[in-house]
Structure formats: structure tokens, C-alpha cells
């Protein structure tokens, strides 16, 4: 005897229904992409066009900065800027994993925190702010070099994922101010 679905098919038509209804009564309530316009007639892309990263110190700095000034103008186009984005950096490194035998390090992992505060050009209460926080990890081996390098791509993946939280917030932000 062949197993099958023994649940009336009255209740499962009835909740694929009520999804159904439930998303359309959802597609009205205001929810607008975040690259949208504002109902001021201003867009958020032109918004973080007029961002001005002021410099990062350190490599991860470097690295931060330029995936900024990417995210927020990746076209190239000079706009005059509206505001100034400061960012401090810090950065720490922890080796949570020794090998037993040899007693050195088999893994460790860079963690980033960036303080960021996007002030208008003009002075006056900063725009938003905020900290973000990124983790990566990388494997360690005897060669020197090799854990330098594989440093240094752990921090830059690390600026990657920050430059991509903090202006996700600042744009959130700046569609919400409208």
C-alpha cells in the first residue's frame, strides 16, 4: 500500500490562502527599496555620492578607506561633498588554537571594530554612528611568510565585510532622515 499524504487538502489550501492574502495586504505598507527616492524627490545614491571618506590610518585603514570610497561612489563621478565620514580603526589578533606536539599556534583569528560618525560638511550633529565589528579567521602553518600573507588577507576580507556594514547603516540612515 503506497504511503501518501493523509492531511486534507482543505487546510492546506486554506493556509496557502491566507499567505497569499497576507502578502498582498504587506505589498502596500510602505516598504520601499533602500536605494529608492525620497518622497522629497532626493536619492540615497546620490546621498552617499557626496560622502567624503576622511583617511584611516594603518594598512587596514587603507584597505577600509578604498572599499568606502567604492561603496559610496563606485561610478567615479566627482560630487561636491555634503558630508565627512570618520572612521577610528582597531584591531586584534588571538591565536585560539596551539599544536599540542610543537606548541605553536595552528590557527588564530583578526577582529576589527570600527567606531564610524558621518558629520555634515557644514559642522552640527553628526548624521548617524555607530561601531561595527568583523571576525575572520585564518589558518597558521611554520612558515613565516605564509602567515603573514594569510594575515594580511584575513584583514583584508575584514575591511571588505566592515566597508559593507557601515554603508549599508549609513545608507539605512540616510533614507530613513530623508
Do not use: W
Not at 529608492?36 to 546620490?46: L, W
Amino acid at each position: 500500500m503506497p504511503l501518501t499524504d493523509r492531511r486534507p487538502r482543505g487546510r492546506a489550501l486554506a493556509s496557502a490562502s491566507a499567505a497569499l492574502i497576507m502578502g498582498f495586504s504587506l505589498s502596500g505598507c510602505g516598504i520601499q527599496p533602500l536605494y529608492g527616492s525620497f518622497s522629497a524627490g532626493g536619492d540615497v545614491a546620490g546621498e552617499l555620492q557626496a560622502i567624503a571618506v576622511d583617511p584611516i590610518p594603518n594598512r587596514i585603514g587603507h584597505y577600509l578607506g578604498n572599499d568606502l570610497i567604492f561603496a559610496f561612489n563606485g561610478t567615479g563621478s566627482q560630487v561636491p561633498p555634503k558630508y565627512h565620514l570618520k572612521v577610528t580603526v582597531t584591531e586584534s589578533s588571538q591565536t585560539p588554537l596551539l599544536d599540542t606536539v610543537t606548541g605553536f599556534p595552528t590557527a588564530a583569528t583578526v577582529t576589527v571594530n570600527a567606531d564610524y560618525q558621518l558629520v555634515p560638511v557644514q559642522g552640527g550633529e553628526p548624521v548617524t554612528k555607530g561601531r561595527a565589528t568583523v571576525v575572520a579567521s585564518y589558518d597558521r602553518t611554520s612558515q613565516r611568510f605564509t602567515n603573514l600573507r594569510a594575515a594580511r588577507d584575513a584583514e583584508i576580507r575584514d575591511a571588505k565585510a566592515l566597508s559593507d556594514q557601515i554603508s549599508t547603516l549609513i545608507a539605512a540612515a540616510i533614507a530613513a532622515k530623508g
